[in-house]
């Protein structure tokens, strides 16, 4: 009965990642498709904003891919995809200025960012080194190594907690510069702001995948344990 369990955990994981995944693309595809009164590019909203809060030092580049938007703290850099650089839709304006919220957060010391930033290295160790000592684990039925999993995995649930706080704040101070710029009308507003909404659940999809993942191998522990 308890491996029904984990496998339904599993399930219903990666049924919470793919949904998410769906929404984002779903509430993209519908905003990119409306043009913004002003016929402002995302490139140029985000450069706008920038010089703004006096970031004329934080680069704009377009990059590939299809959202694959980013701010990089590290080279001061928005990369942002070509559709988001080149149009001048809601979704683009929306995006672009959530990215430049990021640039902001880091001007200002945003607590929760610098953690975060700190973190990268350690999450980053632990994502291949956590499913590898479950590998490990599991094929030589070892309860140690795959507690060293799920240790892993509980750092990588803390990166993702304090990344929602990162990400909602982001796109809140991205809505309060699109109006003080006014770059979006004010029905093009509450669209960019579902959009925005949509995108940030996704990282709280992310926590609660994680939190099944180390629900089901407290349950595989379990059953080893038992043995």
Sequence with gaps: MDYFISYGLTIL?????????ICVQSSYSKYKKFKNYKNITGGEAARKILDKNGLTDVNVQMVRGTL????????KTIN???DIYSGSTVASVSVACHECGHAIQDKEGYLFMRVRSA????VNFSSYA?????LLGILFSSINMIWVGIFA???ILV???ITLPVEF???KRALNEIKEADLLGEFELKGGKKMLTVAALTYVASVMAVVIQILRLLLLTGNRDHR
């Design 13 to 21: 994981a990666l049924i919470i990642t793919v949904s998410a995944q």
């Design 68 to 75: 694959t938007d980013h701010y990089d703290p590290r080279t």
């Design 80 to 82: 942002l995809s070509s």
């Design 119 to 122: 973190l990268v290295p350690i």
């Design 130 to 134: 956590g499913y590898f000592a479950i």
């Design 153 to 155: 995995e509980i750092a």
């Design 159 to 161: 990166f993702q907690l």
């Design 169 to 171: 704040n982001a796109s």
